[in-house]
């Protein structure tokens, strides 16, 4: 007997890499800013490539956990991001156009006008700013890297931030943006490697990193409990 053939309309709506998954991208946004908002849906092939990302760690015997950075790892992401945002923003610079402009000046009206009370979705808000310059270069490997850093930087901002910080991207995003849209190419990277400076800095690179979040612990939090192994 033949197996089914799938209808066209189906193979368009599946993901065309398990990055793409709406389960792995709404837990990838949802680690970014503290929340969890998902269905058990494929939760354990989900959860694998998250391992294999190294977002998730899975212990033996004890479950798959939120992966925690170490203090060297922290410090090496802010160094990636020193190199990659230097290239992408020179980059955008060499060659921007009306259409960059319109969007980076969206992006920072959407800035100023955010909600500062609301951290973490603040923290997903401002990293889409240095995520648009990646875009805005037309470099689709740079672009990926970019969306990598932001997500491990939130993941050492959730490590190791000292509680009660002040962010200080909605203020320094605008003076990047508007260096950039007036031609001031050294200016803009002097305020940017200030910037990046200012977010490490607000890390407590001296501490041990806490015992990481139990996944299990997380979508029980949001209502998902786990299958009893004698259900049918």
């Known amino acids: 007997m033949k197996p089914a053939r799938k209808d066209r309309d189906s193979d368009a709506a599946e993901p065309r890499t398990m990055d793409d998954d709406p389960v792995v991208q709404g837990i990838l946004k949802a680690i970014s800013q503290k929340r969890f908002e998902t269905t058990g849906i494929h939760i354990r092939q989900v959860l694998a490539h998250l391992v294999s990302r190294h977002i998730v760690t899975h212990f033996p015997n004890r479950g798959a956990f939120i992966y925690r950075p170490t203090v060297q790892e922290a410090r090496d992401i802010f160094a990636a991001r ?3 945002e ?3 923003m020179t980059t955008v610079m060499d060659n921007l156009t009306d259409e960059a402009r319109a969007k980076l000046r969206i992006h920072i009206g959407r800035e100023t006008g955010h909600d500062r009370n609301d951290r973490w979705a603040s923290l997903a808000l401002t990293a889409d700013f240095h995520i648009l310059i990646a875009e805005l270069a037309g470099n689709t490997v740079l672009l990926d890297f970019a969306k ?3 997500l491990r930087t939130s993941l ?4 190791f931030e000292v509680p009660g910080s ?3 991207s909605p203020d320094a995003h605008p003076v990047i943006a508007d260096l950039m849209l007036a031609g001031d190419r050294a200016g803009a990277l002097a305020a940017m490697e200030k910037h990046l400076d200012e977010i490490e800095h607000r890390l407590h690179l001296g501490a041990t990193a806490p015992d990481p979040d139990d996944i299990v612990a997380i979508f029980q939090d949001i209502g998902i409990a786990p299958v ?3 259900a049918a």
């Open 228 to 230: 009893s192994r004698g």
């Open 86 to 88: 230097t290239a992408t």
């Open 156 to 159: 050492a901002i959730a490590t």
């Open 148 to 150: 990598e850093l932001m």
């Open 82 to 84: 020193r190199v990659l």
């Open 166 to 168: 002040p962010d200080c």
